[in-house]
Every structure is written in C-alpha cells, then in structure tokens.
C-alpha cells in the first residue's frame, strides 16, 4: 500500500514541480527540461499500478503477487539510479544507495512469498472453507 501512495505521490508532486518550472522558464524547452520530471512520472504511474494490482491479489490470498512487488523494485532501479546519481556530488553513490534500497525491497517481496502460507485447499482466498 505504501509503494501506490508513494507512486501517486510521487506523479502529483513532479507533475506539480513541473507545471511551475515551466511556467517560469524562459526559453525553449528542450529535452534537458522534461527528461528528468518524465522518467520520474512514468516510473510513478506504473509503482502505482503495480501495487494497487499486487495489494489487491495478496488482499484475496494469492501469494504469488508479491511478484509484482519485486517488478516494481527492479523496474524502478534504473530510474533512481539516474535521478541519484544526477544530485550526489561523489561518483557512484547513487547508484549504489538505490542498488542497496531496491535490493532489499526485492529480498521483502520474495521474503513474503515464502513466508505467507499457501491456502490449505486451493482457493483463491484462505479464510474460505469447504
């Protein structure tokens, strides 16, 4: 649930941040302008799509969308990657920070794989019983 919030967030605070920079900008806006903002948008909206599709799955008992929780990690590594390496001042600490943070989001979801129990007889949600 946090990773929707957080993509969600993450749409309307870029999309906001952005809507005001161009609006004060002078010149011509180019590529360098809407790069950044755009692979932060784009990264948000498919977290968010992913989580709510990977909250809903668990909510009814299928462990196996905690897949999906280990797509968004790995599909959000690059774009963190670049945004980070873009403000740290030191040569690889961004890279390094989001590999560290999405490695261990990655390591969670496949931890809540194996530790959610599998519904005894085959359905879809386990507090269903025959």
């Keep these: 649930m946090l990773l ?5 967030f993450s ?4 999309s906001t941040d952005l ?14 302008v809407l790069r950044g903002p755009t692979i932060v948008i784009a990264t948000g909206l498919i977290t968010a799509v992913l989580a709510a599709t990977a909250f809903l799955l668990l909510r009814i008992g ?6 999906f ?9 690059l774009p963190a990657s670049i945004n980070l390496s873009a403000y740290s001042h030191a040569p690889g600490v961004g890279y390094t920070f989001s590999t560290i943070v999405c490695a261990l989001g990655i ?9 959610m129990p599998p519904s005894p007889d ?5 507090e269903v019983t025959a």
């Design 4 to 8: 929707l919030v957080g993509g969600l």
């Design 11 to 14: 749409v309307v605070a870029v």
């Design 19 to 32: 809507g005001t920079r161009l609006a004060a900008y002078e010149g011509p806006v180019d590529g360098d």
């Design 62 to 67: 299928q462990r196996w969308a905690s897949w």
């Design 69 to 77: 929780d280990a797509l968004i990690w790995a599909v959000s590594w």
């Design 107 to 115: 390591v969670l979801a496949i931890a809540t794989f194996l530790l």
């Design 122 to 126: 085959g359905s879809s949600n386990p």
